[in-house]
Structures are given as structure tokens and as C-alpha cells.
């Protein structure tokens, strides 16, 4: 069974850097999309950050020139550098990809979520 697993999550000061990975927890194919969430208290779960295979990337406006999203396709690995957090960054961060992996004998391609990583930015 394919799993995103993230790490790098915590508390943070105002100010402060975090960076968040994310990898497949089995052997798989291929990925196709890597993209990064966030859900905070109360509201709903939206894109902070996507990018393609192909290195194409694309930000939410709240998070553009504080974060960046990469990756490393031998590694099947996206990764989220934030920089000059803010208290309105706490949130759960979620990990989403298009995943190519062999389930029941059958090579398909499947959309899946990480457990997800507390972000809390406070002094």
C-alpha cells in the first residue's frame, strides 16, 4: 500500500524557516504532479504550492516569494522550503501527488494525500 509521508514539521518563530518533505512510503513507478496543502483551524484545505514534473511550479498568492517547491525526481521527493513565517501559516501542511504504482497486480495511476505535518508559527 503506497503512502506519502512528510516530514520537517514544528514550531516556529516569526520570522523562521521550515522546510517539509514528502516521499512515497513503497516502491512505485512513477509521480506525476507534487503539490502541497494546508488546512488551518476551522477552514478549509487549499494549494499553497504545486509543481510538475517538468519543474513548472505554481504558488498560492499568500505564500509567493516566502515559499518555494521542488523536487527531486530520483528521489520521488517534493520538498517545501518556507521562509519568513507567519502566524498565519500555522496549519496542518498535507502532501498530495499523482502516483503510478503496481496495486493488486495492476500498474494504475492513483491520486493520494500524506497524513499531514503541523506548521505552527508563534513567539
Known amino acids: 500500500q503506497v503512502q506519502l509521508v512528510e516530514s520537517g514539521g514544528g514550531l516556529v518563530q516569526p520570522g523562521g524557516s521550515l522546510r517539509l518533505s514528502c516521499a512515497p512510503s513503497a516502491s512505485i513507478v512513477s509521480i506525476n504532479g507534487m503539490n502541497w496543502y494546508r488546512q488551518a483551524p476551522g477552514k478549509q484545505r487549499v494549494l499553497v504550492a504545486a509543481?510538475?514534473?517538468?519543474?513548472?511550479?505554481n504558488y498560492a498568492d499568500s505564500v509567493k516569494g516566502r515559499f518555494t517547491i521542488s523536487r527531486d525526481n530520483a528521489k520521488n521527493t517534493v520538498y517545501l522550503q518556507m521562509n519568513s513565517l507567519k502566524p498565519e501559516d500555522t496549519a496542518v501542511y498535507y502532501c498530495?501527488?499523482?502516483?503510478?504504482?503496481?496495486?493488486?497486480?495492476?500498474?494504475?495511476?492513483?491520486?493520494?494525500w500524506g497524513q499531514g505535518t503541523q506548521v505552527t508559527v508563534s513567539s
Open positions: 498530495n501527488a499523482d502516483v503510478l504504482a503496481i496495486v493488486g497486480g495492476t500498474t494504475r495511476w492513483s491520486n493520494y
Open positions: 509543481i510538475t514534473r517538468g519543474g513548472s511550479t
